[in-house]
Structure formats: C-alpha cells, structure tokens
C-alpha cells in the first residue's frame, strides 16, 4: 500500500493479469445469458412448437447444471488450460450443430443442445480459483469476488439485448453462430493468460464427494441456492406484474435490467473497503438485508415506485455472492477449489429452475403471494447461513 488512500479496485487492477483475466473471462461468459434465449429463438424460428422448444431450452439448462461440477473436478486434476479449451470448442459444436440442424426431427437439437450446455466452459470457477494465486491480501480477493459477481450482472442485461439485435437485423440463427464464436474467443484470449496455463490443482485424497464433504462448504451452497431461487421467482413475476400493471411487453425485463443495476451498485460498494469480522457473519447480515429489500415489493405498487423498489431489491445480491465466494474459498477441501465454485453455479441453476417452477405453479393463487416467494426464500437462505460454523471447518 502507499502511503495515500488507495482503493481496493484500483490496487486490484494493478496487479498483473488481473484486468486481463476478468475482462477475457467475462466475454466467454457472454453464453450464460445468451445461450437459453437464442436456442429458444432460433428453434421456434424454426417452427417448432413452443413444447419441443422448451424441452431443448431445459434440457440445456440441466445439462449445464450436470456438466458444470465434473468439468470442475477434471480441472482440479488436470488443470485449467486443456479442460477449458477442449470444453469451449465441445459447447461451441453444440450450438454450431443445432445452427445447422434440421426442425424435422428432435434427436439432433437433443444432442447439440445437451453438448452445449454439459461441455459449457466453467470460466466462473476457474477465475475464483485463481484470484487467490496472483492476488496476496484477502481486501483485494474480496474486491476481486466483488468484481465478479457485480459485473456478471451486465453478461445477464447486455446478452439478451445482443441475441435480440442479432434476431432483429440478421436472423435468430446467427445467435446460434454469435455465441459459438463468443464462447470460442473468450476462453481461448482467457487461456493465453500466464497464469491460467501454470494454474495447477493441489493433491487431493480418493474421496468421491469431493468439496461436497464440507458441511460448511454445503450449508453455504444451500443458501446461495435460495438465491438462485429468487432470481427464477422474479423472471416469472415481474411478467406476471407487466400484464397486470402495464401495457407495455418490455414491463419485465425494464423491472429485472434495473434489478440487475442495484445488484452491480451494491457489490461495487461491498468490495470497495475492508469490513470488520468474519466471513460467516458477513454473509448473515447481508442476507438479513436482502430478504429486508424483499418486504417492500409486497405492496405491489404502481410501476414508477416499483422499478425504484427492485432497484433496491438488488443492492444485496452481489454481495451475498461475493461473501459466499469467500466462504467457499476458505472452507473448500484441499485440491477441490474449483469444482466448488462449479457448484455455486449448478445450485444456482437448480434454484433458478425451481423458482421459475414453482412461481409458474402458483401464479393463480395471486401476485402478492407470487412476490412473497422472494421473501420466503431470502428468510430460509438466512436460517441456513446460521448453521455456517467456521470452528467446524473440515477442510482437510
């Protein structure tokens, strides 16, 4: 440190390759809110009916929750650079295949579909594990996780608005093309990086569950699923709230991009200074707000107060993640990093789909009880997170 204030994103992005990796990773992750949404906008192109195109659409997303932690697992034995090439160009042939694929029969997008989600690159994890290798001080790893978790939210506002524009002017084929290429680029720019090509896993015993004998590292999973869980509720719900409050079709996604802004702000915050205590108690408090932000949306107002309130709703999502990031980090077994951080993001899958599931289900039963979800979900990841004992730490 020098002997003027400094802030921990400026000594962040001062440390070699840091820029380099999340920028290089954050453009390869670009297919994580492309990839639903072009497969459904090129199928029903297509002319496929709305049931074989929400088949390909899930088996995609579970394909992706499935494939994730085993490509995690190969990179903590093999290493970061041959797993993330050899996945890349696998997922990239899925969505060329289902590009070229005839609507006619469904074998073939079955398979492609499958491919593209299951060989889909686990950039995420790999960069979490790194951060703690080229980044010394833990105020900058968790200005680091902050990063990450608060500009993943722009992959999840910009994507979809790029798979549009593609659909729009050219075809929704070339969505297809577009995030193939995309997918390719980024991890192949993210894999010339020094540090990604030296990364290697450390010695780990034969246990089969992996990170998963972590009671630590599996109540924190439980919670962040609760969180995953919301993200699904509120893609069902602000629909649900346009058709009710709006005659507008673009109700939703103005109420889930300004949701997706106050995440952004409030991990940018989170990360831009040192609090006091431990990790595990961090993530409590924060999920005490977050299900806090929740109790708002439930009088259901017009639209103006509404977008100002999702806004709010959001301030704590990437902190959440970036705390659980840490946690994740400190208790994870030796040698199992990276296949930890793959189950962040199947959990999270997991917790999405349920989410949208069980909103879907509901939705008779009224918009206030829909958004009442979110509320549930945050106070249930909380009571969760109490049982995140550090002195139990079994890391061994």
């Known amino acids: 440190m020098t002997g003027t204030m400094s802030h921990p994103y400026q000594d962040c992005f001062r440390q070699p390759f840091a ?6 990773n954050l453009v ?5 809110g492309m990839g639903s949404l072009s497969i459904a906008l090129s199928t029903r192109y297509e002319g496929l009916p709305y049931e074989r195109v929400g088949l390909l659409v899930g088996v995609f997303a579970v394909a992706a929750a499935i494939g994730g932690p085993f490509l995690g697992r190969a990179v903590d034995k093999r290493g970061q650079a041959k797993v993330l090439l050899a996945s890349a160009v696998g997922s990239a042939t899925g969505f060329l295949l289902l590009a070229v694929a005839t609507p006619s029969s469904l074998s073939v997008p079955l398979v492609a579909v499958f491919l593209a989600g299951s060989l889909s690159p686990p950039l995420e994890p790999c960069l979490r594990s790194l951060w703690s290798t080229i980044l010394k001080e833990q105020q900058l790893v968790t200005a680091a996780y902050s990063l990450d978790a608060s500009l993943q939210q722009i992959i999840y506002v910009t994507g979809p608005l790029i798979v549009v524009g593609i659909a729009a002017t050219t075809s929704p084929t070339y969505g ?3 995030v193939a290429g995309v997918t390719l680029i980024g991890t192949f720019l993210f894999v010339g990086a020094k540090p990604v090509r030296q990364w290697r896993g450390r010695p780990k015993d034969s ?4 990170p998963l004998r972590s009671s630590e590292l599996r109540t924190t999973l439980t919670s962040l699923g609760g969180v995953g869980f919301v993200l699904g509720v509120f893609s069902i719900a602000t629909v649900m709230y346009g058709e009710t409050n709006s005659t507008s079709s673009n109700t939703s996604g103005v109420l889930l991009g300004v949701h997706a802004v106050g995440a952004l702000i409030g991990g940018l915050v989170y990360g831009s200074r040192r609090w006091p205590g431990r990790s595990e108690t961090h993530l409590k408090l924060l999920l005490t707000g977050l299900a806090a932000c929740y109790i708002p949306l439930l009088t259901l107002p017009s639209i103006g107060p509404m977008v100002i309130l999702m806004g709010i709703a959001g301030l704590f999502l990437s902190p959440v993640l970036a705390c659980g990031f840490i946690i994740i980090d400190e208790v994870a077994p030796e040698g199992t990093k990276t296949e930890a951080f793959a189950w962040v993001v199947t959990v999270t899958l997991i917790g999405n789909a349920l ?3 069980t909103s ?3 939705q008779s039963a009224g918009l206030w009880v829909v958004f009442s979800l979110p509320l549930i979900a945050g106070l249930s990841a909380l009571t969760v997170s109490l049982f995140i004992r550090p002195e139990n730490e079994s890391a061994a």
């Open 19 to 24: 820029k380099y990796l999340l920028s290089t």
């Open 28 to 32: 390869g992750r670009l297919q994580n």
């Open 176 to 178: 297809l093309f577009f």
């Open 207 to 210: 246990n089969w569950a992996g």
């Open 355 to 357: 989410g949208s599931a």
């Open 360 to 362: 879907g289900a509901i």
